[in-house]
């Protein structure tokens, strides 16, 4: 089992600047490599505090590929509903490249109404705007004189540049949430899955939809999983929850804010939405660190915690940790790091 | 007078990796705040090997900013008719956030046909989407709360996040190449003027229409001039020649490849770019080192060039040198930077 970093920044200019979140952030990326994290991750987001430092996270792992020499660069993940595929790809190819072949690109469909409307796209266009746009952004990093005409966007003869390190293109990823149908597909097209934690028999199901699509396919092997994770490890369990409770709250907070607008929108391709909204509104810290979507603790309890999300949902290859969550000081994500690498990192491997 | 390195990557893949390339011009990147260079800076070209490996000087800026503390980071130039104000504002922010407060943002017009086409876009509305493109990028990075309606681009309500570190905004900069307006209006927007090398009576005239729009819309001093130049130092002139013509030649040609279209385009947007064009095909080595435009030689020749320049143009600021064209080997361009920065600079303080 990998363990990697998932810097989401949920702050705004109010609780954290923005350069203090990033410096904060390269900091604890260039731990990453001596510590054994496996992986620096990111995000896409906008114009709220729910993720919206990071406004394309090719950017931060352009910046993350000069502070390590090992970790995998990960988008977790790039939005193809705002951006040209003929961007994407050429991003894509070009991080890879200052990387040395170390990117993995995952992808998701998006899902905050305010991005949509401020972008002016429909969220009634997201599932077609995403397929067309991995498909489009697939094809160019593999072929050359490349024509396609799609529902959204076309273009002829076009040879994108640069061309990938990673043969026939880096790993890809599709982030997936709530409906079945995410699930099954990034396993038929042979992508890793990112998800996160909810009802432990949910995901486990979800995982054994992935797998089995995954292998009906023809893929070798069983697919990569990735979950997203807060950690949070100190010398103690009291005080573990004593640093960790008001940063994983101000996420949680984050989040309930950044999707207040599905409490009056509705969208066909969004079907699950606003009943998994609304339940979040009742996700405490307390709900969150007891169904595994934090582990917080000493090292002997987080190792417990792992074990018990393990056997709940049959098993997954990587855990993606949010290990500076809100207004976390850089101290002290630093001093969890050193400890969960030390402590707990060597019993899963 | 300061000296920058700018990275124009001209090299497609049968002359050198995308991976090679970027790798090299990271590690002269590294060498800039010792030897006393001032910034670094990229451009943004597509599908072709003139700039192509560089579709967004964002990224590589955030790579740099983590191999320099001092220099400037630059855009040489960002493309507003080819991206959408939204995105481009909050990317700027983030990379002035993650390099401490040290980007600068140079916007052009474009001027390739094959990117317009490919692109979809039309080169008659490149002037207007320009001009758009680049007021609702500095209102996103002043304002809270922005609402604008344009020809191209509409939003409602936007506080672009991440806010900038540099208040209001980086400074700005206009990429200027062939008309009087685009000269005048850069001093008159009170904005950093970058340009190229061409007969020094035009560039000499250029130069005063900018200072003068700068002075009359009242704007303090002077403004700021920064020129595109290839350099190349070595022991003596010859081995200098020897040793740079085919490099600055590679160069040239990917320019006359780049823009081959010219000879069957025309478009009100670009009056003068088909007769600029053809002009370009007989630019040569010899006449381009006879120009002013490439440094070539002994710091004691290259000293004279520059003072010869600096007198034919009437002044500027800042020259953005280009230190690895085409294939030049990485270790070629360091040994010339190094002697450059110790026996030409110092000259010039």
Redesign the interface.
Known sequence: MEFGLNFFPDV??DEK???D???EA?HLTGLCDDLGFSHVRTVEH????YG?????P???L??A???TKKARLITGALLPV???P??MA??I??????S??RLEVGFARAFLPQEF????VSLDESRARFDEGIEMVRRLLTEEHLTMAGQFR??????????P?QLPHPPFWIAASSTDESFINAGRLGYGLMTFTRGDAQVKRWLQLYRDAWREAGHPGQGRVMISFHMYCAATDDSAHADARSHVEGYLQSIVDANSDWASTSSKDYPNHPKMIAAMKSVTYDSVVAGGGAWVGSPATIRKQIERYQEAVGGFEIASLQVNSHTCAVDKAEASMRRFAAEVMPHFR
């Open positions: 705004g200019p600047s923005a350069q979140y990033w410096t390269l906008y114009f709220h505090r919206g430092y990071s406004p394309n090719l950017l931060y352009a910046a590929s000069q502070r705002f951006n040209n003929l961007k050429a991003e190819a070009e991080v890879d490249a200052m040395g072949g409307r401020r972008m002016h076309s273009f002829e003869d076009v040879t994108s540049l640069p061309r390190v």
